[in-house]
């Protein structure tokens, strides 16, 4: 793996948290490939549009800003498995939740873009 596609891959999913935090599904929807596999709590989802509404998720929990990190732990030239863990917070910093996610990235016409992914709410 070189150092400048692993740079590629966690300057992608920066972005893609940042829009998380103040866009719409639609904006964060461009950051993933459709259909997207969505590994639920019961099957295997393909969304043919992003699974998550983030203007709910800020409206409902009062969700403003995350602190996350990502760990590349496999990559090639076409395909990237990392793993995405850190927590959800409100405006006064304030804990919502606990995450832990794996994302599956793929180059695609030159574009890294999610493919897939699966997460969990931390409980410890």
Do not use: C
């Amino acid at each position: 793996m070189s150092a400048d596609q692993e740079a590629e891959i966690i300057a992608l999913l920066e972005d893609y948290q940042s829009t998380f935090e103040t866009g719409s599904r639609e904006e964060v929807q461009a950051y993933v490939h459709l259909p997207v596999a969505y590994f639920s709590e019961d099957d295997i989802q393909m969304r043919e549009r992003y699974p998550f509404d983030p203007e709910k998720l800020r409206e409902l929990t009062g969700f403003h800003h995350a602190k996350m990190t990502f760990n590349v732990l496999h990559m090639d030239d076409r395909k990237a498995h990392v793993l995405v863990e850190g927590t959800r917070h409100r405006a006064d910093d304030s804990q919502i939740e606990a995450l832990a996610a794996v994302y599956i990235l793929q180059k695609r016409n030159g574009k890294w873009k999610i493919a897939a992914f699966s997460g969990i709410r931390k409980t410890d």
